[in-house]
């Protein structure tokens, strides 16, 4: 279970995604989640944005036509990764507020789409942002 689903009785979560929904319709609150390599001092990321990032709310509210691949190019530029490390964005998928299952999904594909199949009954959707190691 993530800390923000521990933190936020679904009633809460509920009621965040309402007034989220009724006040931006054509987006979609997304929760995202960092890999702890991610956050990990032995990380090539600094120790300053590791404390910023392991502390941050992890909230986003996303128009639902941006791709997966725009996103996670927000992301990267937030976090300030290098451009030869790859990061991969997962959906997490809860039932009875435990992980399920982790999807991977095609970049090209839209917020919304997914946001359409894959949101939690809370009303968010879980992402979570993977550092892939690649040789070459």
């Known amino acids: 279970m993530s800390d923000f689903k ?10 965040q995604t309402k007034a989220i929904l009724d006040k931006y319709e054509n987006k979609c609150p997304i929760y995202l989640t960092y890999d702890k390599e991610i956050i990990n001092k032995n990380s090539t990321i600094s120790k300053e ?3 910023q990032l392991s502390k941050q709310l992890n909230k986003y509210i996303v128009t639902s036509d941006l791709n997966l691949a725009q996103f996670l190019h927000i992301v990267r530029k937030k976090i300030n990764v290098n451009a030869e490390e790859s990061l991969t964005l997962f959906i997490e998928i809860y039932q009875n507020d435990k992980l ?11 917020i ?9 009954d809370d009303g968010f959707l879980y992402l979570k ?3 892939e190691n690649v040789f070459g």
């Not at 299952?101 to 839209?110: D, G, Q, R, V």
């Not at 919304?112 to 939690?120: P, Q, R, S, T, V």
Request: hydrophobic share 30%.
């Open 129 to 131: 942002l993977v550092k």
């Open 49 to 51: 944005l590791s404390k």
């Open 6 to 15: 521990r933190k936020f009785s679904i009633d809460d979560r509920q009621r």
């Open 100 to 110: 399920f299952n982790s999807i991977l999904a095609p970049t090209t594909t839209s």
């Open 112 to 120: 919304g789409e997914i946001y359409l199949n894959n949101k939690d």
